[in-house]
């Protein structure tokens, strides 16, 4: 008989334990709240470090999900019990009321996008030409037409502020691991597509994690500025819709009025709400700082003090695309040996 297990999350990392799971022959169940497949990886554009479509990639494995049998996927669907006995998780899901057995979960909930209007003096939300990274990817497309909100026009220049929602005490203390590598990629796009538009980086700590640095040397060598400090306020100029940015460089020791046309928020990251209600319904441990899931360690991602419950992804903390993916293949196949110890114990 076929193992069963349910994988909560349809976003990259959960596609892919799913994914996983069907080729190895279990009955596995995903199921995602939204209308589509993807979170917030879908929305990413051309990701790093290799400039490869994120809809491309998602399409390709979605394509290789929906052509496996044993796999069957749930969109718009939530969780609205999960019964534990034993080996066993009787699961209802709603609408329907239908119910599940499964012999394991992978969580995979994601993260949510930093909301950067609670930092009200960077002005999102307030000027129009303070936007996110996601919403600088939504404007530039697939035609890589790069304007500013307010006039439509190519800005001349572009500011970066990094750290928003991550490394705060007035938001979350934790680093949220990818902004800066998503930064100073964004930042060598829009070298490579217009070289005369001026772009600087304000930061904290420059934190390209994992073997990223060469994205970092990349743009430094293409003209990319990088100021070391933490802005104060930002104001706008009324007439023109231009920023002015209050900043001290805490390694020149200066006190600048940085111009720029446009600035872009490198936002952090959230727990998703389903994270949170997964560990009340499930009993799981959570990081009393930052709220994400707690696993056993990196490289074992089954959810500390539980049997038969996997943690992948950004679920557990802030990670880039391919530590989750990574992740993902590791707790399909930790969930197969898991059950099947117990089977060969029988």
């Known amino acids: 008989m076929a193992s069963k297990v349910l994988v909560i999350g349809g976003g990259i990392s959960g596609i892919k334990a799913a994914t996983d799971l069907g080729h190895m022959g279990a009955e596995t169940f995903l199921v995602e709240r939204s209308a589509i497949l993807g979170g917030v990886f879908g929305k990413l554009g051309k990701t790093f470090p290799y400039n490869t479509n994120a809809v491309d990639i998602l399409n390709e494995y979605i394509q290789i999900l929906e052509n496996l049998d044993n796999v069957s996927i749930h969109t718009q669907t939530h969780i609205k019990s999960i019964i534990q006995e034993n080996n066993t998780f009787k699961v209802t899901l709603v609408p329907g009321d239908i119910t599940v057995e499964v012999e394991a979960l992978i969580i995979a909930t994601g993260f949510e ?131 002015i940015v209050e900043v001290e460089n805490t390694i020149s020791r200066e006190f600048l009025q940085h111009k720029t046309d446009m600035i872009i928020l490198s936002i952090g990251a959230e727990p998703a709400r389903e994270s949170y209600e997964l560990a009340q319904t499930l009993g799981l441990k959570t990081d009393d700082k930052s709220g994400y899931l707690l696993v056993n360690g990196e490289d074992d991602v089954s959810a500390i003090g539980q049997r038969r419950i996997f943690v992948i992804g950004n679920a557990s903390g802030p990670k880039d695309t391919q530590y989750s993916l990574a992740q993902a293949s590791a707790a399909a196949m930790q969930v197969l040996i898991e059950i099947n110890k117990s089977i060969s114990k029988k």
Do not use: W
């Open 113 to 243: 996008p930093f909301d950067a209007s609670k930092i009200p003096k960077y002005g999102y939300g307030i000027y129009k030409n303070v936007i996110t990274s996601l919403d600088f990817l939504e404007i530039i497309g697939n035609n890589q037409n790069i304007i500013r909100p307010s006039d439509q026009k190519k800005p001349s220049s572009i500011t970066f502020i990094q750290c928003i929602g991550s490394r705060d005490k007035k938001t979350n203390e934790y680093c949220s691991s990818f902004c800066c590598t998503y930064a100073v990629h964004i930042a060598n796009r829009i070298k490579n597509i217009d070289p005369s538009i001026a772009i600087t980086i304000l930061y904290m700590d420059m934190r390209t994690f994992s073997n990223y640095e060469f994205l970092y040397q990349e743009a430094r060598a293409s003209g990319v500025k990088f100021i070391r400090g933490k802005p104060s306020v930002v104001r706008e100029e009324l007439e023109t819709g231009n920023l």
